[in-house]
Structures are given as C-alpha cells and as structure tokens.
C-alpha cells in the first residue's frame, strides 16, 4: 500500500566483523573480509574482499565496526596513480590507505567517484564493490580472450607457413624426380 504519512525507513550502515589480523586494524583504514569470514586491514592479497572503512581501531580478536561509504583514501603511485580520466571505473587496493588503477591481484575497493587534490574518492558500498569487481573481471577476461586470439593467428600463421614449406618441398622434389628421368 503506499504511503499516507510520514515513514521511518531504517538504515543500515554499520557491519560487525571479527578481527583475525595479528597486527591492529587502525581508525580510518580500508577493511577487508578473508576466506574465514574476518576483517583484516586491505592489502592486495587475492582472496580478499573489500567491506568498507574501519569506524575505530581494535587489537587483535576484538569486535571491529566497518562503515560502508563513500571515502577519500591515497592515490597510488607511478602506472597505478589514478588520474580524472579514471572516474567512474573500479579502484584497485594498493594497501589499506591507498588505491590505485592497478595491482597484481586487482583486489576491487570499489568505484572512483572523484580524482581530487588530496586523494581519491571511491564508492565503497556493498554494490559498488560488486561491480568494481564484475568490472575487473570483465577486463581480465577480454585481456585473456585477446591473448587467446593473438596465440590463435600466431598458431595459424605458423600451420600456414609449415603447409607451405612443405608444398615447396614437395614441388621441388617431384621436380627434382622429373628431372633424373
């Protein structure tokens, strides 16, 4: 039914984790979830997935609230600094204070809303992580399938070439035989 007055839709913003890392998770760093279910501070290790930011810090085997958001964090350096182009694509986890474009395991922090001055605004909401990682997945199956493709004609032009060595070997040596008659 719709409405007719004023109603208090709930939120939910907060997520509770149990910390597993042997170092602390500080106030204000990028939060992930490993295969065991627990939060540990980001980084880029496969396996990982990105929560959100980490409301205080906790010690090791303490309760850690993870905000989900929109947050600025470092750009990261050299060929994974982000630049304004970069909006709107998937942020990377360089480490739990910064992001970047690329990495090795392209562990998705979420998505760039802004390239500003002093850092990088990234959507680090549930949804947005899913899709910053659908997009890295994307990326890395075309870059695999064009791999695939480049190694396919490789492979064609070397059957080619085989088939045509041996074409003029056998053209020469029906030759050759006609010419010893």
């Known amino acids: 039914m719709a409405l007719t007055s004023v109603r208090d839709t709930s939120e939910r913003q907060l997520r509770i984790r149990v910390l597993t890392a042997a170092t602390p998770i500080f106030a204000g760093a990028l939060v992930a979830v490993n295969a065991a279910g627990k939060a540990v501070p980001a980084s880029d290790t496969a396996g990982l997935r990105v929560l959100g930011r980490a409301e205080h810090t906790v010690a090791a085997d303490e309760k850690l609230r993870i905000a989900s958001g929109m947050f600025r964090y470092e750009n990261g350096a050299s060929g994974a600094a982000l630049t304004a182009a970069d909006t709107g694509p998937a942020a990377v986890v360089v480490d739990d204070e910064t992001v970047g474009k690329t990495s090795t395991n392209k562990i998705a922090a979420g998505i ?61 040596t029906a030759t050759a035989g006609h010419a010893a008659e």
């Open 112 to 172: 760039v809303a802004e390239v500003a001055i002093d850092g990088i605004w990234v959507d680090i909401t549930p949804g947005a992580v899913s899709a910053a990682a659908a997009m890295l997945a994307a990326a890395a199956a075309a870059t695999a399938a064009a791999a695939a493709a480049t190694a396919a004609a490789a492979a064609a032009e070397d059957a080619a070439d085989v088939a045509g060595d041996l074409a003029a070997h056998a053209a020469l």
